[in-house]
């Protein structure tokens, strides 16, 4: 039974940091490329940040670029994403997914449809 298990979420002060952790199991995590989505209220599900089954590529969502960095340790099954100079507009439900989809590139994994497993999501509140 593969589980995805977000942590870390909370609530912070704009301009404040944030660590999410997504722990997984029942999968080879190496094998899986992995993403970071987000979903406010009354708004579609959007990708902030995936990473390549090693970790040496990554890409960003243009509004948490230079802000947002996001990692593995396929050692621990687990992903990252730090957070930094939190704005209030990043006030959302975030989500990690898994996919292990031969033959997408990673300007095709920013998107919902690429990934096999998601978590049950962790609220991150900025306030102002």
């Known amino acids: 039974q593969v589980q995805l298990v977000e942590s870390g979420g909370g609530l912070v002060q704009a301009g404040g940091s944030l660590r999410l952790s997504c722990t997984t199991s029942g999968l080879t995590f190496s094998s899986n490329y992995m993403g970071w989505f987000r979903q406010a209220p009354g708004k579609e599900r959007d990708w902030v940040a995936v990473?390549?089954?090693?970790?040496?590529?990554?890409n960003y969502a243009d509004s948490v670029k230079g802000r947002f960095t996001i990692s593995r340790d396929n050692a621990k099954n687990t992903m990252y994403l730090q957070m930094n100079s939190l704005k209030p507009e990043d006030t959302a439900v975030y989500y990690c997914?898994?996919?292990?989809?031969?033959?997408?590139?990673?300007?095709?994994?920013?998107?919902?449809?690429?990934?096999?497993?998601w978590g049950q999501g962790t609220q991150v509140n900025v306030s102002s």
């Open positions: 997914a898994a996919g292990n989809s031969i033959g997408y590139t990673m300007l095709q994994i920013n998107t919902p449809r690429a990934y096999d497993y």
């Open positions: 990473i390549s089954r090693t970790g040496v590529n990554t």
